[in-house]
């Protein structure tokens, strides 16, 4: 198993910056990718932006040049900075984990974090 914990959610104003944090724990060695998905009430939960282990990245169209994923693969960390926030963007942030196992990849969740962007 893998544990995720996310960290840095909070009150941003429209045109800002943040950043969110997630550390995983657990059997981390069997980790493939990692990166953050977003869901608002009433939708499906989206892809932000993922990071394999050898650094490929995967960002969705609707952040593209505003987010930007990266890992410290020494901590177990996967990291989310956030530029020119918009309300939109608006959602509880999930940390996501990818673990190769005997019966296949399984997808690991942290509990999410909330990011609001308000003035």
């Known amino acids: 198993q893998v544990q995720l914990v996310e960290s840095g959610g909070g009150l941003v104003q429209p045109g800002g910056s943040h950043r969110l944090s997630c550390a995983a724990s657990?059997?981390?060695?069997?980790?493939?990718?990692m990166g953050w998905y977003r869901q608002t009430p009433g939708k499906q939960r989206e892809l932000v932006a993922t990071?394999?282990?050898?650094?490929?990245?995967n960002t969705a169209d609707s952040v593209a040049g505003r987010f930007t994923v990266s890992r410290d693969n020494a901590k177990n960390a996967v990291y989310l900075q956030m530029n020119s926030l918009k309300p939109d963007d608006t959602a509880v942030y999930y940390c996501?984990?990818?673990?190769?196992?005997?019966?296949?990849?399984?997808?690991?969740w942290g509990k999410g974090t909330l990011v609001t962007v308000s003035a």
């Open positions: 990071m394999t282990n050898d650094g490929n990245t």
């Open positions: 996501n984990a990818v673990g190769s196992t005997l019966r296949g990849y399984m997808d690991y």
């Open positions: 657990g059997r981390t060695y069997s980790i493939t990718a």
